[in-house]
C-alpha cells in the first residue's frame, strides 16, 4: 500500500485479498479473467524476496535490503552494482511458483523488488535502481531517449540465460513475448485470413502457396505455446487441481487473441476451417508428442484432477519432441503413425479429429474439455528392444538398433530398463508408435537425425488405456536416402487404444 501511495495511485489489487477464496463460483470467474486484469493494470508490483508473502517489499517499511557501497573521492563517485537483478530473480521463490508464472508475461509494466534493489520494466524500457544517474541529468529534454539501448528485462535476455538447456530453446520466445501484441501480429498477421475460414463455400481449398503459409503459421504457433508450457511446468504447486488454473491467464489469452491457439485440458491445437482438415492429424500427434525432460530428478508424479494424455495430469517439467525447430508440426518434417484419430467430449460423443477441432465461433470458445483420445496404434513389441547382460540402463538400450534418448533429455518411464521390459512382457504395458520425425525435413542432409515418438501406456482392467511415459529413439542419417520404418509394414500390429 505504501509503494501504491508513493506512485500516486489510488486503487491496489491483490488477488488474495480481493477474491473471495471462500465463494467458488466468484474464483473460478475472477481467475478466468486474469489474462484482463493483469494485462490491463498500470503496474504490477513484485515481491521477488523472501520465503513467502509475509516477508514484505525490501526497502520499504521495515523490510531490511542490502546496502549499496558509494564512495566518492576527487571529484569522481564510484559505486557498487547490485548482482544482476535477472538472476537473482530466478533464484526466488516467487520465480519458483507457478501462479507468478502470468504476472511475468501479462502485465504492461512490472515493479520488481529484490532484496539488492528495485528495477521497473515495460514493452519499451527498463530501469535499474542500483545505477542510478537519471536523476542527476540537469535538463533531460536535451537527451536523446530514443537512443538508449534498453538493458536486458526479466523477459528479454540477449544474454545468457543461467539454466543452459533452456538458453538456446527459448531466447527467441522469451525476446518476445513480453508484450504479445506485436508478437502475434508479426507471427500471424499474413496469414490471418487463412486461419479465420475465409475459404468460401468451405469446400474450395487452398492454393499450394497458402497452404505452406498456413502450415508454417500453425507450426509457429505450436513451437510458441509449446515453450510457454515447458516454462510453466518447471513451477511448483502446492495444489495439483492448479495445474491449469495457474495457468490460465496466459491461455485465455491466446485464446482471445485476434489469431487463437485454443488447447484441450492444456493440449494446444488452432481452430481449422473445414478445408483444412488435413492438418487436424497433424495437429492431434503433435500436440500428444510431449515428454518429461532431463530437468526431472525423479520419475514425474501423476496429478489425478487431470486426464493422463496431457501435460496438465503430472506433476514435472516437459517438453515436446522436436518443439525447438519452428517445423515440428510440418507434413514435410513429420509421419504420424496413428490412424482413426477422434476424441471424446465429457457428454460421450466420439468425433473425429477433424470435425473436433474445427472452427467454431466464437473463436476464443474452447470446446469442452475431451475426457478422452480413441486411435489405431502400431505396437513396439518387447523383442524389439535389447541391451546387454549386466548393463542396467537406458543409455545403454537399443530399439531395432536405434538409440534411445532416455536420460539424456529425456525422463525414462522407469528407474530401469529391465523394470520396462518386464512390464511388457507380463501385458500390464504396452508401447505404442506414434510418430516420426526429420530434422531437416522430407528430404533430410547426411548427418541429421531422425526421431521416433514411442508413447507408453498402461492398460486398466476396463479395456482403457492411461499414459505412463514416453520414449524417443534418435538415429543419424548417413545419407539422404529416407531410412527404413521403424516396423515393417507387413509385421505391424495394431492396437485400438482409448487412452484417458
Known amino acids: 500500500m505504501q509503494v501504491t501511495k508513493g506512485l500516486g495511485y489510488r486503487y491496489l489489487w491483490v488477488d488474495k485479498y480481493c477474491i473471495d477464496q471462500r465463494n467458488p463460483s466468484?474464483?473460478?470467474?475472477?481467475?478466468?479473467?486474469?489474462?484482463?486484469?493483469?494485462?490491463?493494470?498500470e503496474l504490477v508490483i513484485i515481491a521477488a524476496a523472501g520465503p513467502d508473502e509475509r516477508y514484505g517489499l525490501p526497502g520499504v517499511g521495515s523490510t531490511p535490503r542490502f546496502t549499496q557501497q558509494v564512495v566518492r573521492f576527487n571529484g569522481i563517485t564510484a559505486l557498487n552494482t547490485a548482482p544482476n537483478p535477472i538472476a537473482v530473480v530466478y533464484k526466488s521463490e516467487w520465480w519458483r511458483r507457478g501462479w507468478t508464472f502470468q504476472e511475468c508475461l501479462l502485465p504492461?509494466?512490472?515493479l520488481i523488488f529484490t532484496e539488492h534493489e528495485s528495477f521497473f520494466e515495460c514493452s519499451c524500457a527498463n530501469w535499474r535502481e542500483s545505477l542510478g544517474g537519471v536523476e542527476h541529468i540537469a535538463d533531460p529534454r536535451s537527451v536523446a531517449w530514443?537512443?538508449?539501448?534498453?538493458?536486458?528485462?526479466?523477459?528479454?535476455?540477449?544474454?545468457?540465460?543461467?539454466?543452459?538447456?533452456d538458453s538456446r530453446r527459448t531466447r527467441a520466445l522469451l525476446s518476445n513475448t513480453h508484450h504479445f501484441g506485436p508478437l502475434i501480429e508479426a507471427l500471424y498477421g499474413p496469414i490471418r485470413h487463412c486461419l479465420r475460414g475465409v475459404f468460401q463455400p468451405k469446400d474450395t481449398r487452398p492454393n499450394a502457396r497458402q497452404l505452406e503459409r498456413i502450415e508454417d503459421a500453425?507450426?509457429?504457433?505450436?513451437?510458441?505455446?509449446?515453450?510457454?508450457?515447458?516454462?510453466?511446468?518447471?513451477?511448483?504447486?502446492?495444489?495439483?487441481?492448479d495445474s491449469l488454473r495457474a495457468v490460465k491467464g496466459i491461455l485465455v489469452f491466446l485464446a482471445r487473441s485476434p489469431y487463437p491457439t485454443l488447447n484441450i485440458a492444456g493440449l494446444p491445437y488452432v481452430p481449422l476451417d473445414h478445408s483444412l482438415r488435413e492438418f487436424a492429424e497433424l495437429e492431434t500427434v503433435a500436440a500428444l508428442s510431449w515428454y518429461h525432460d532431463e530437468r526431472n530428478a525423479s520419475l514425474p508424479r501423476r496429478r489425478p484432477d487431470f486426464p493422463s494424455w496431457t501435460w496438465a495430469g503430472w506433476?514435472?517439467?516437459?517438453?515436446w519432441l522436436r518443439s525447438e525447430h519452428v517445423h515440428m508440426a510440418s507434413r514435410n518434417s513429420m509421419t504420424p503413425r496413428l490412424r482413426e484419430l477422434a476424441l471424446e467430449s465429457a457428454n460421450g460423443v466420439v468425433s473425429s479429429a477433424p470435425d473436433y477441432l474445427q472452427i467454431r465461433e466464437p473463436l476464443d470458445n474452447c470446446p469442452d474439455s475431451a475426457v478422452a483420445f480413441h486411435f489405431e496404434a502400431p505396437l513396439v513389441h518387447v523383442d524389439c528392444f535389447s541391451f546387454a547382460q549386466g548393463h542396467d540402463h537406458w543409455h545403454d538400450v537399443r530399439v531395432r538398433g536405434r538409440k534411445t534418448w532416455a536420460e539424456e533429455r529425456?525422463?525414462?518411464?522407469t528407474e530401469t530398463p529391465t523394470e520396462f521390459v518386464q512390464r511388457l512382457k507380463d501385458g500390464s504395458w504396452s508401447c505404442l508408435w506414434v510418430s516420426d520425425h526429420f530434422e531437416g525435413g522430407q528430404f533430410p542432409e547426411p548427418?541429421?537425425?531422425?526421431f521416433s515418438f514411442l508413447l507408453v501406456v498402461e492398460w486398466r482392467e476396463d479395456g482403457t488405456a492411461t499414459r505412463t511415459g514416453a520414449l524417443f529413439?534418435?538415429?543419424?542419417?548417413?545419407?539422404?536416402?529416407k531410412p527404413a520404418a521403424l516396423i515393417p509394414e507387413r509385421e505391424v500390429q495394431w492396437a485400438k487404444v482409448r487412452l484417458v
Open 315 to 319: 506433476a514435472g517439467s516437459v517438453r
Open 146 to 165: 530514443d537512443d538508449w539501448v534498453p538493458w536486458m528485462t526479466l523477459l528479454r535476455t540477449e544474454g545468457h540465460l543461467p539454466f543452459q538447456q
Open 410 to 413: 529425456a525422463r525414462a518411464p
Open 218 to 241: 500453425l507450426a509457429r504457433r505450436f513451437f510458441h505455446f509449446s515453450n510457454l508450457v515447458s516454462r510453466y511446468t518447471t513451477r511448483v504447486l502446492t495444489n495439483d487441481a
Open 26 to 41: 466468484e474464483k473460478a470467474d475472477q481467475i478466468g479473467k486474469m489474462d484482463l486484469i493483469y494485462s490491463n493494470a
Open 473 to 481: 529413439l534418435v538415429s543419424n542419417l548417413d545419407t539422404t536416402v
Open 447 to 450: 548427418g541429421s537425425e531422425y
Open 108 to 110: 504492461r509494466r512490472r
